[in-house]
């Protein structure tokens, strides 16, 4: 008789593995592939849970320090390859589904999701293990047939009727925890980065979504650009529209400013400014311009005009009284007519367009409705810097690529 050695399970689990990874995929249909990708996940699934089953024992019997003495959070992270933060929650886990066997063995046996299995423990950590024993075959009926969506809700609901001042306080630590700034960089674009509470940050993402939803023909934005679009049409519409208390006797608005020259022929002893961002391309003055408030001023011409620099303040002589580029009743006509955006394939309606001067009023064009378009922000960006060009036939908008 010869004995056999039985290997053991984990010799068996890399064999296993090793057969998988050296499996050529080349041929595979994408439904074989799709099976493969099911099977995986939920073979993954059960082998979390089985580290976590593992990882309790460990932690529970001290592993950690008996091999070396650190914590068991940094002997997983040193041995395991993982993140302070990964190793952390391997051990938030092993703490609490330790203590609710029948919870770890459903996802154990691959009946429950492990995602699933998680937010019972993340219930148990909130409001107590003991808490949460009573309502496990509840709870785990559930991780076994829900999704993990509604089974966030189940878990958020429970959490709510068992401990409603510990969510209360969760809440109004989120609240506090609020923070928003929005920076320019060197290269002048602004980075945004904040953080905002359950309901600010629903409240902003349902607003953001009605505005970027809508594909209209021709579409070629991505999604994330029709987001920062949406962002940016908000802001511009509650500085036009909104209600503001004045700043320094003004309403809040950006200021531009630029020479006549520059404005006229991209060309000018100083170029355009905007007011807190820096020099800004000369075509983007003249879109600004298209529909704007202006002021006009007169500065004095230097005294020596071989020493005039970019640095040299101008002496303002006269200052003009602010007048809309667009008068109110023009604006009002031109909204009638457009009904929005005219540039074809857009459907923004007139709250969101600007008044565009096909031939513009600097180079002479008139403000009347013959010379006038409305253009949404996007398309009004599309014709001057991107260097589209429009003009009305037979009461048609008509555009043309840049040559
Ligand atoms: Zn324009
Ligand atoms: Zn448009």
Redesign the pocket.
């Known amino acids: 008789m010869e004995a056999f050695a039985i290997p053991d399970a984990r010799d068996r689990l890399n064999e296993a593995v090793d057969l998988l990874v050296d499996e050529s995929i080349d041929t595979f249909s994408t439904q074989a592939l799709g099976e493969d990708l099911v099977d995986i996940r939920r073979a993954m699934d059960r082998l979390e849970a089985e580290f976590v089953r593992r990882l309790h024992r460990f932690y529970s019997e001290r592993g950690a320090q008996a091999d070396g003495g650190g914590t068991t959070v940094s002997w997983v992270r040193a041995h395991c390859g993982m993140t302070a933060r990964a190793a952390m929650y391997r051990v938030h886990l092993a703490k609490t589904l330790g203590e609710l066997p029948a919870t770890l063995d459903s996802a154990r046996a691959g009946r429950a999701s492990f995602t699933n299995v998680t937010m019972i423990a993340h219930l148990a950590k909130d409001v107590g293990v003991e808490e949460v024993k009573p309502f496990e075959s509840i709870l785990v009926g559930a991780a076994e047939t829900l999704e993990p969506r509604q089974m966030r809700t189940l878990t958020q609901a429970t959490r709510l009727r068992l401990d409603p001042d510990g969510v209360l306080a969760d809440d109004n630590r989120a609240h506090e925890r609020r923070w928003f700034a929005c920076d320019q960089t060197y290269g002048g674009v602004f980075v945004l980065r904040g953080e905002l509470d359950a309901e600010g940050g629903a409240l902003l993402k349902t607003a953001i979504d009605a505005l970027s939803h809508g594909m209209s023909r021709g579409e070629v934005r991505s999604a994330s650009q029709r987001r920062a679009d949406a962002l940016v049409d908000m802001a511009a519409t509650q500085l036009r529209c909104g209600d503001h208390r004045d700043v320094h006797g003004q309403r809040p608005h950006l200021t531009v400013t630029v020479s006549a020259d520059t404005l006229r022929s991209g060309v000018g002893a100083q170029p355009a400014e905007l007011d807190g961002v820096g020099p800004i391309h000369p075509e983007t003055a003249?879109?600004i311009a298209?529909?704007a408030v202006r002021t006009m001023v007169t500065v004095a011409t230097p005294a020596d005009a071989s020493v005039w620099t970019a640095s040299t303040p101008a002496v303002p002589l006269s200052v003009g009284r602010a007048t809309r580029a667009i008068p109110a009743h023009i604006r009002t006509a031109l909204c009638l007519r457009d009904q929005g955006c005219r540039f074809p394939g857009c459907d923004r309606p007139p709250a969101w367009t600007?008044g565009?001067?096909i031939v513009?009023w600097s180079d002479g064009g008139p403000t009347e409705l013959e010379n006038l378009v409305s253009?949404c922000r996007r398309h009004?960006r599309t014709?001057?810097e991107q260097g589209w060009r429009i003009h009305i036939a037979d009461g048609v908008a008509v555009v043309e690529p840049p040559p």
């Open positions: 003249r879109r298209c529909d600007d565009h001067h513009h253009l009004h014709v001057h």
